[in-house]
């Protein structure tokens, strides 16, 4: 009887065991979870509790036992069974040209397919399994041995701790990179600066310093992902025909793949692939610094060979660096539009990210100190993509004994008027208002720009030189421009054609649309899309002046802090004044008169994106009608996207949308939808 009944539990636990495994598997490798959160935490208290009643009977790859108990010391060092080879790099298309005229060369062939994969920004690893049971982790070390890190890496749910195969090879030893994706570094270290602790530099040293923790229940709690790339040894089993298989197989065996592995023809397919990743790079989850090529019949890469310690058959082309080091030469303050006083770290000029950066912004006072930055010091530059230049590090052993702190101003630099912080905010601002120049040209530019009051003609250089002649000191004054056209035409390059185009602009700009006359006041953290939010929600000016904080924050995507904003900039005197005298010279708008029920709205709660030309109404045009049919637009793709519309070269957002198969609407596709709804 007690047989019988050990034998209930046994199975009880086998199956618990396997179901939480299948579900992990789903979740961690698949990203195709099958069941939610809350029937795996209802199958892992189960299982906890049989397990605490029979600790004899507990599996050792039940998923409780990933977390085990500290180290008494530091990693011991352990020997790979074959190196961690490195690999040469190519940074051209010549380059890798070069390297496949050497593989043809010396296979004797003219076609040759290359298995091509993300070149990952983590730590890579070694994993070895006998009869399909993890035995042990190691780090890549120095290539020829690394640290056995195995307590730690099975805390990790994306790395299986049994293969899921019946008929596991007798050894196999599976590299791979172990990273950090971009959300789970942000939240990381946003933790870490509200604990007072210091951030990461990167998500690969937060991926690294993660893994050398000597308690693992600290690895256990940071967001890491194991992303295999090869199998380094294998015993007791059939060899693979292709690297590509080889893969496909260790996916099956329960390790993530990545899935913008590709098997491409020659080296025409590996810059195509190059250039293909190197547009959706910035917009992917987790960093890249490259490709990896390697050829893909195991056959030919056994001809090739090796050389000195890297293989003949495999090469990295890497892209341009997203981090430099280089020297602060000075630091000086800017004043923006809304008075924000932001302190910009003049460079000594630096190659990063594929464009020449000579200033980089600190942010504010707390960012300084956050860095410990001081004038003179020696500093890593980061740069993704369009990202703005950001210092994220101090190399302190670099630290010139002429380095001193920052300090910022008590007065504005451009107008003299204190500075002030108020209590809560990060920032210092000029208190000077419109008496500010800084403030008024900015003020004045984001009026007249495109997705404002888009006045043409009226750039940034005449604003400034309008205000600065104290032709211009409040928006209304650009209306009252036709009374000084002498004046104008005495301008620089500003002749009679320049002229008439710009105040015939000033006229047309009279007469504009609710949200772009509400986006134009320049209401701090009111941008276009929250203007659009704002203008379908209240319907007139005065019901927006008029709002509450509360009643702000029940429209969509509002928070209290821009509501607060938004209450405050309509209590200012000044900013009332500067209103009615808009109205005052003639300005208007259209407000859209239609009142449809929102449960009637063909697109409530669905989020578009919009990128590409369209040649039969332009961008704004197009997101103003989807906003109207209870659209939210974004400005980036993502798995919450519902739907693209993609206009002619459309880039990298479309390649993202079709990677997530986001279903993609066309300019004739769009017109046609629109003209169904074209009474609403």
């Not at 650009?478 to 002749?495: H, T, W």
Request: charged letters at 25%; aromatic letters at 6%.
């Amino acid at each position: 009887m007690a047989n019988q009944s050990t034998d209930l539990i046994n199975k009880q636990i086998a199956d618990l065991v396997k179901r939480l495994n299948d579900y992990s598997y789903a979740y961690h490798v698949q990203d195709d979870p099958i069941v939610p959160d809350s029937e795996y935490d209802r199958c892992y208290i189960a299982l906890q509790s049989l397990e605490a009643d029979y600790p004899d009977l507990i599996l050792e790859n039940s998923p409780t036992q990933r977390v085990g108990e500290k180290p008494t010391e530091g990693f011991k060092t352990v020997a790979h069974t074959l190196p961690m080879l490195s690999l040469d790099n190519a940074f051209s298309d010549g380059a890798l040209e070069d390297f496949h005229d050497r593989v043809v060369k010396l296979l004797g062939e003219h076609e040759v397919d290359y298995c091509c994969e993300p070149k990952l920004d983590g730590l890579a690893i070694s994993l070895r399994y006998e009869s399909g049971r993890l035995v042990r982790g190691l780090t890549r070390g120095d290539g020829l041995s690394g640290e056995d890190i195995t307590s730690n890496i099975r805390t990790l749910n994306s790395i299986p701790l049994t293969l899921r195969t019946d008929e596991p090879p007798t050894v196999v030893e599976v590299r791979g990179e172990i990273y950090m994706p971009k959300e789970g570094f942000e939240r990381l270290n946003a933790m870490a600066l509200e604990r007072g602790e210091k951030a990461f530099v990167n998500p690969r040293n937060a991926a690294a310093g993660s893994l050398r923790q000597l308690d693992p229940k600290i690895t256990a709690s940071r967001p890491l992902v194991l992303c295999v790339y090869s199998i380094g040894y294998l015993e007791g089993a059939d060899t693979f025909s292709s690297h590509y298989d080889s893969l496909s197989t260790l996916n099956a065996w329960g390790f993530k793949v990545n899935p913008l592995m590709e098997r491409v023809k020659g080296v025409k397919g590996c810059i195509n692939y190059y250039s293909k990743l190197e547009s959706i790079r910035n917009e992917l989850a987790y960093d890249i610094d490259g490709i990896v090529y390697k050829v893909d019949l195991m056959e030919s890469q056994k001809r090739l060979g090796f050389v000195a310690r890297a293989p003949r058959w495999a090469i990295a082309r890497k892209f341009p660096a997203q981090e430099e080091m280089t020297q602060i030469e000075a630091i000086d303050f800017q004043v923006g539009r809304t008075g924000a006083v932001t302190p910009v770290a003049r460079l000594k000029p630096v190659f990063v990210g594929g464009v020449t950066v000579s200033n980089a912004t600190l942010h504010n006072k707390d960012e300084i100190l956050r860095l410990g930055v001081k004038v003179k010091d020696f500093v890593i530059i980061r740069r993704a993509g369009d990202v703005i230049p950001q210092i994220v590090q101090v190399v302190m052993e670099k630290r010139p004994d002429e380095a001193f702190d920052v300090v910022f101003p008590d007065h504005c630099p451009v107008c003299g008027s204190d500075t002030e912080r108020v209590p809560g905010e990060a920032v210092v601002r000029c208190t000077g208002g419109l008496i500010c120049a800084a403030q008024r040209k900015e003020a004045l530019k984001h009026f007249v720009s495109r997705k404002a009051l888009d006045i043409d003609g009226l750039g940034d250089k005449l604003i400034e030189q309008l205000v600065e002649i104290d032709f211009i000191t409040s928006p209304a004054d650009i209306f009252s421009l036709k009374d000084k056209k002498a004046e104008l035409l005495q301008l620089d390059r500003m002749g009679q054609k320049s002229v008439d185009k710009l105040l015939s602009s000033v006229e047309n700009a009279k007469h504009t649309q609710f949200n772009r006359f509400v986006y134009s006041l320049g209401i701090r953290e009111v941008g276009e899309a929250t203007a659009r939010t704002l203008t379908a929600y209240f319907k007139t000016l005065d019901e927006l002046m008029s709002a509450t904080e509360e009643e702000l924050i029940d429209v969509e995507d509002v928070g209290p802090i821009v509501a607060k904003h938004i209450k405050l900039f309509f209590q200012q005197e000044n900013n009332i004044k500067t209103i009615k005298s808009l109205i005052s010279a003639g300005v208007t708008w259209e407000v859209n008169s239609h009142t449809v029920a929102e449960n009637a709205l063909p697109l409530l709660s669905k989020t578009y994106v919009v990128t590409g030309s369209l040649s039969q109404m332009n961008r704004d045009e197009v997101k103003d009608r989807l906003i109207q049919l209870g659209a939210k637009v974004s400005g980036s793709v993502s798995k919450k996207t519902d739907c693209l519309i993609a206009g002619e070269k459309a880039g990298s957002k479309l390649t993202k949308a079709q990677s997530l198969d986001i279903p993609i609407m066309d300019e004739s596709q769009l017109m046609a939808f629109l003209s169904e709804y074209g009474d609403l």
